[in-house]
Nanobody, 115 residues
Framework: QVQFVESGGGLVQPGGSLRLSCAAS????????MGWYRQALGKQRVLVAT???????NYADSVKGRFAISRDNAKNTMYLQMNSLKSEDTAVYHC?????????WGQGTQVTVSS
């Protein structure tokens, strides 16, 4: 069973940047489209960024132009570069397949944007 471990979250001021990492327990990024998701307190989990096997990326309107998804297949790691962070970006961030599997959800990494 694949396991994802997210890291890189923390407390950052508005306008700041963070780089999240998603480490997979096996080689999966080269054969699956992937996504970064986030869940704010009291809200449903939403998809914010995706990357296909071919490297095509897509973003939710709320993060377009500020976030960048990438991956390193050799390291079994996916990234989310987040710039110009806003308070509304505060959430727990998770990675999973583009068509997520319930048994693949990890603990996520908390991102808090606050002054």
């Amino acid at each position: 069973q694949v396991q994802f471990v997210e890291s890189g979250g923390g407390l950052v001021q508005p306008g700041g940047s963070l780089r999240l990492s998603c480490a997979a327990s096996e080689s999966i990024f080269s054969i699956n489209a992937m996504g970064w998701y986030r869940q704010a307190l009291g809200k449903q989990r939403v998809l914010v960024a995706t990357i296909t096997v071919g490297g095509i990326t897509n973003y939710a309107d709320s993060v377009k132009g500020r976030f960048a998804i990438s991956r390193d297949n050799a390291k079994n790691t996916m990234y989310l570069q987040m710039n110009s962070l806003k308070s509304e970006d505060t959430a727990v961030y998770h990675c999973n397949l583009l068509h997520p599997r319930d048994d693949y959800w990890g603990q996520g990494t908390q991102v808090t944007v606050s002054s």
